[in-house]
């Protein structure tokens, strides 16, 4: 098989049950009228085919396929069946959701066949760490940078363990993403760590550590001291350019947060130093959630009262042109709007592809924004349940592929 040539060209509207009966040579001579004996499809069909048929299976079935038996099996986890099912299958991204607890358990979000299926992830210890995707990998960190990074394809469960970057191991804020390469696999983390210097709420040390799966090597690419600024949780490679968000801590900083861009091929921030490229944001936030969509840089942002930019409005979305300017999309209607809290930092969203999901922390409700068709609609309901009042959820998305590995 792995010798002949890529069949991606077949139909995909093929569809074939898994037994049938058909006229068997018995039913051509005298004996006409015995009853014909149901043939397996399995017997009568060669690998090619097979292969073809099961190619066009939604993921979940695929894994169930694989249990039937050994040539079946076989045929799933070969190269050229997981490179050419990553061709057919939809590159729509699923949403994973867990609730904050000690031990998350979760499901996962199928936007093409609305369905939630379990899923066991057992090296995110708990809901504060930080996790970004791309191209089918998660990436996995606590605060302890040196001993909790990991990397993985949440589909099959294949993991990486990767040694942090030298340095202090335990930072106040981290930001974390990644970056795959579709066509070669190989991919880049970076990890913007933020350190209150010396007890002074205004004063703070920013750093950026880039890993590269190649070379297998962390590299110190940036410190720079920041007053009245800190950096957070928000950051997302896109284009080759690493952004993340800055927050005002006072001290003449100025109010509200702030964009920064690191160019990763050229090694420079725009503008010369942090402070010196910052790029505002669109209005008075009070959160902000970056994404990259299509190799363009996405903000879901809470929208602050006028008088109380502390207490959200209202949420939007918008995407960064020319590298300057920000262009809304959309704000959520009010009726969706109704489900989310007061306060500032009341939902997590995250995105890729042409679609962004928002969830409310307070609950298990999923809600849908396409770019495409530029509708809002919610997710079907998902399985995990609300247990106390105060029981707090989140999650992230990710490209289902079978294909990569970490």
């Given amino acids: 098989m792995e010798g002949e040539n890529s069949w991606t060209s077949y139909s995909t509207e093929t569809s074939v049950n898994n037994t049938f009966k058909f006229d068997s040579f018995s039913e051509l001579n005298e004996d006409a009228n015995q009853e014909a004996a149901p043939i397996s499809l399995d017997l009568i069909l060669p690998d090619d085919l097979l292969e073809r048929i099961l190619s066009h299976l939604p993921i979940a079935s695929i894994f169930r396929a694989g249990c039937v038996c050994k040539r079946w099996h076989e045929i799933v986890t070969t190269k050229r069946f997981l490179t050419n099912t990553s061709k057919i299958q939809s590159r729509k991204p699923w949403y994973f959701m867990f609730t904050s607890s000690d031990e998350p358990i979760g499901y996962s979000y199928d936007p093409v066949f609305r369905k939630w299926y379990p899923i066991e992830l057992p090296f995110i210890e708990n809901s504060n760490w930080s996790i970004a995707s791309s191209g089918g990998l998660v990436c996995f960190t606590g605060r302890d940078i040196g001993s909790e990074l990991y990397i993985c394809n949440p589909i099959t469960k294949q993991v990486k363990w990767i040694n942090g970057p030298t340095g202090p191991k335990f930072s106040d804020y981290n930001a974390l993403a990644v970056s795959v390469d579709r066509g070669s696999h190989k991919y880049q983390i970076s990890i913007v760590k933020s350190m209150e210097v010396s007890g002074s709420f205004f004063e703070w040390d920013v750093s950026i550590h880039l890993y590269d799966s190649v070379e297998m090597t962390w590299t110190a690419a940036l410190t720079e001291g920041l007053t009245g600024w800190r950096g957070g949780g928000e950051s997302v490679i896109c284009g080759g350019v690493l952004y993340f968000l800055v927050y005002s801590t006072g001290g003449g900083g100025g109010p509200g947060h702030r964009l920064v861009m690191y160019d990763l091929k050229s090694g420079s921030v725009n503008g010369g130093s942090l402070m010196g490229g910052f790029v ?127």
């Fill in 280 to 406: 505002g944001v669109p209005c008075a936030l009070t959160c902000g959630r970056l994404m990259n969509l299509k190799e363009k840089l996405v903000m879901v942002g809470g929208i602050g009262k006028n008088d109380r930019t502390d207490i959200i409005k209202g949420i939007g979305i918008w995407v960064l042109d020319g590298g300057r300017e920000w262009r809304e999309i959309t704000r959520m209607p009010h009726r969706f709007f109704q489900g989310f809290g007061e306060f500032d930092d009341v939902f997590a969203s995250s995105g890729t592809d042409e679609l962004v999901y928002i969830q409310s922390y307070g609950g298990p409700a999923l809600l849908v924004f396409d770019f495409g068709s530029k509708q809002w609609k919610w997710s079907q309901k998902c399985p995990v349940a609300k247990r106390f009042p105060l029981q707090l959820f989140t999650g992230f998305c990710f490209e289902p592929r079978l294909e990569i590995a970490p």
